[in-house]
């Protein structure tokens, strides 16, 4: 009995907590909500600021989700299988746009492929200006996003039994097949939900593509950069918000469900 009795200043204490925290997180979504109605947010969208940013977005970010997918799949299948300590650095390495503020991104990028950059004149010869155009925009993409798919095909392709992908190769199958006929099959939650945040962080990139690609209607102005730029017609700026926040939401449901198939699929087999 007396144990009772102390926890309930404990669970009171985590209650009024979470509370806390949830109205913390949740009072500046439900404020960009209030303020635009949906029926005026939609109105806003239809705006050419909105349609133009939101059509840039969505094709720099599906050039940048193909690019990542495509290079960051192979690389991750490979490290998920190494326990080399270069591996360790290699991993580590691919993983630092996570930890990097978007600032320094932008500036890093501009060190390298700018014009005065390590790489600026050797492209420059090339006929090949990245800075401040929709390649720009890609590269930053693809920079700070990459990360979220490796880790999570990482965490997929190291969640098979090490005795199918043995046995693909016993029945004379060689890596690469074994690699797109065994393990990408077998890791497609994973690697599908690695895609959807890599994707939504490109989406909401922001800082890096400023510094690196401008914000240039059309061009290089994402939906981020055009909140940013419509700050003085604010309910315009709300209403993007307002997307931007729909579709995260909805990535991070999506996310939450692949992932749950995939547990669920690991604790009972064939589970409807």
């Known amino acids: 009995m007396r144990r009772r009795g102390r926890s309930w200043p404990l669970a009171l204490g985590v209650g009024a907590l979470t509370f806390g925290l949830l109205a913390f997180v949740l009072l500046p979504i439900v404020a960009v909500f209030v303020r635009v109605p949906p029926g005026a947010m939609i109105e806003q969208l239809r705006s050419p600021e909105a349609r133009t940013a939101l059509a840039v977005s969505l094709k720099t970010t599906t050039i940048a989700l193909a690019v990542i997918v495509l290079a960051g799949t192979p690389v991750a299948y490979v490290l998920s299988g190494a326990r080399s300590h270069l591996a360790a650095v290699v991993t580590t390495i691919v993983e630092l746009p996570l930890v990097l503020p978007p600032s320094v991104a932008g500036i890093a990028l501009l060190a390298a492929f700018g014009r005065r950059g ?3 004149q050797e492209l420059h010869v090339l006929g090949i ?3 401040f ?3 720009a925009v890609v590269i930053a993409m693809v920079f700070v996003a990459l990360p979220f ?3 999570m095909a990482m965490a997929a392709f190291r969640g098979i039994d090490s005795g199918v992908l043995a046995a693909s190769r016993t ?3 060689g890596p690469v097949r074994t690699f797109l006929r065994v393990a990408v099959p077998l890791s497609t939650n994973g690697l599908a939900a690695g895609a959807a945040l890599a994707w939504a962080r490109a989406l909401g990139e922001f800082g890096a593509t400023l510094l690196f690609a401008g914000s240039f209607v059309g061009v290089t102005q994402t939906l ?3 909140i ?3 700050l003085e ?3 315009t700026a709300l209403a993007m918000a307002g997307l931007l926040i729909a579709i995260s939401a909805g990535v991070l449901v999506g996310v939450k469900l692949l992932l749950g198939t995939r547990v669920r699929d690991e604790v009972v087999p064939g589970a409807p």
């Open 171 to 173: 029945l004379g199958a």
């Open 129 to 131: 200006d990245l800075p």
């Open 228 to 230: 940013y730029a419509n």
């Open 149 to 151: 798919h490796l880790r």
């Open 233 to 235: 017609n604010f309910d």
């Open 224 to 226: 981020p950069l055009a």
């Open 133 to 135: 155009s929709q390649a």
């Open 118 to 120: 390590l790489l600026g």
